[in-house]
């Protein structure tokens, strides 16, 4: 039987070259280790994250969405007595534009009735109740009721006025409603607001302003 050498032995390094090594590497010493990451403290992750708000039914902002409503009812009380107005130009004007401004007026209450009915359904879309009673219309509404208008530059002037209103109440709504995400009303007012900026045009051509 043919003799199996042994595999010669590693040469043991010598104690020499061990030291010759350790030199080469890098010593990890105590002050290279990374730096323990400490968890943050509670409070201070309290201060920086903001309390999450209360959403209701649709998603919103529990406490924006009220605030919103409360704004639309006011918006809902100028629509219907300016609604009550523009009915009162149609049946009083007088003079040789009867017949043209009889049916404009009748085109003007009839678009304001119609937004008077999407605005009390915002308000109930976000939760609450519209008002829906004359006397609680008047309490809030900066339009206040005009009768016996019979004079076409009057009427016009008043309707003018009125839009003007409506106008500064939408824009305050729009900028609420952008702040709460809440883009259902934002995106109703943004239309009101681009076609009532139109007709605010046309009244003021027909005073000749
Ligand atoms: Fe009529």
Do not use: C
């Not at 639309?72 to 130009?89: C, K, P």
């Not at 809440?182 to 139109?198: F, H, L, P, V, W």
Request: glycine fraction near 4%.
């Amino acid at each position: 039987m043919a003799k199996v050498s042994k595999p010669a032995k590693e040469a043991k390094p010598s104690k020499e070259s061990k030291l010759k090594k350790e030199a080469a590497a890098p010593k990890a010493t105590k002050e290279a280790k990374p730096a323990k990451v400490q968890p943050p403290v509670k409070e201070e992750k309290a201060a920086k994250e903001p309390k999450a708000p209360k959403l209701n039914h649709i998603g919103l902002d529990a406490e924006k969405t009220k605030e919103l409503a409360k704004k639309l009812n006011e918006l809902l009380a100028n629509y219907q007595v300016f609604y009550m107005n523009a009915r009162g130009y149609h049946y009083n004007i007088r003079g040789e534009k009867f017949f043209e401004l009889h049916l404009k007026f009748e085109e003007l209450y009839s678009n304001l009735i119609l937004k008077a009915d999407e605005i009390a359904e915002r308000v109930l879309t976000l939760g609450e109740t519209p008002i829906h009673a004359y006397s609680g219309y008047l309490k809030i509404s900066d339009i206040k009721e005009k009768q016996n208008v019979t004079s076409p530059k009057e009427a016009v002037s008043e309707i003018l006025n009125s839009f003007a209103t409506l106008l500064a109440r939408q824009r305050v709504l729009l900028d609420l409603s952008g702040d709460a995400n809440d883009e259902g009303t934002n995106a109703q007012m943004s239309d009101y607001i681009r076609e009532q900026e139109k007709l605010v045009w046309m009244y003021s051509a027909y005073l000749g302003k």
